[in-house]
């Protein structure tokens, strides 16, 4: 309850030095809505169902890149901890893939699929198969050699050491893994969307801006972040935190 308290304190905060600046006229109006503008501007697209729509559209494009990521950053990230050739050879660019920002693969994602919802999907993907491949590489490469001694001295070997012992002393740090794929996805998203033509939040963003509705631009902003805050709270955090507990890491 005290955290919650804190918390709403902090918002109340953030809200009354919003208008404070707002009202000194720090910045032009037209480019720094007070909060009560964008308040409306969120009654208003959820209303008339606008910014529900592009809510809706922005995670069918996330249920589908998602997944997509996980289970091609996850077979990459096992090739590279399992094949001594492949990490020397193509793990080491992962770092440099990672480093890329998401905004920088639109461009290619629009040459290659054009002005659809398959390029959106793309940078999702691309945004969070990279720093999935990492975290899988890492938690099989940190498999304690403990456990793989013992299990070998009780004669387990080959596709039984790696489901048996491998994999089960890997997830909690494949959970995080997940858990950074979503947040990594979630940006790749947005960047995806501001650049195309279809429905999302990000296309929003874009054509709030281009009609100078800086109130809508705030507000989608704020429902982006609450959105990716939220949901790794209440979804992969708890999760990563259970599956820490369960293998005693907390």
Do not use: C
Request: proline share 4%; net charge positive.
């Amino acid at each position: 309850m005290k955290i919650l308290l804190k918390r709403i304190l902090f918002l109340v905060a953030v809200i009354a030095l919003w208008q404070g600046v707002y009202s000194a006229g720090v910045f032009p109006e037209i480019a720094f809505p007070p909060p009560v503008d964008v308040y409306y501007a969120l009654v208003e697209g959820f209303g008339d169902g606008t910014l529900t729509k592009a809510l809706l559209a922005s995670f069918k494009h996330l249920l589908y890149g998602l997944p997509i990521s996980i289970i091609l950053g996850t077979s990459i990230g096992v090739l590279l901890a399992k094949s001594k050739q492949a990490d020397e050879t193509a793990g080491m660019y992962l770092i440099a893939l990672q480093s890329i920002p998401s905004i920088a693969w639109v461009p290619l994602s629009l040459l290659l699929f054009g002005f659809n919802e398959m390029a959106v999907i793309f940078v999702v993907v691309i945004g969070g198969v990279f720093v999935m491949a990492l975290n899988t590489r890492t938690a099989l490469r940190n498999v304690p050699s403990s456990f793989k001694k013992a299990a070998r001295t009780m004669g387990v070997n080959g596709l039984e050491l790696f489901f048996k012992v491998e994999i089960p002393a890997s997830i909690p740090h494949f959970m995080t893994g997940i858990r950074l794929a979503w947040a990594f996805s979630w940006r790749a998203l947005m960047a995806g969307e501001l650049l195309s033509n279809g429905p999302g939040l990000g296309y929003s963003l874009t054509y709030a801006f281009d009609f100078a509705r800086v109130d809508v631009v705030m507000a989608i902003i704020l429902i982006i972040g609450v959105i990716g805050s939220t949901v790794d709270h209440l979804v992969f955090s708890k999760l990563e935190k259970t599956v820490m507990k369960r293998w005693g890491l907390l």
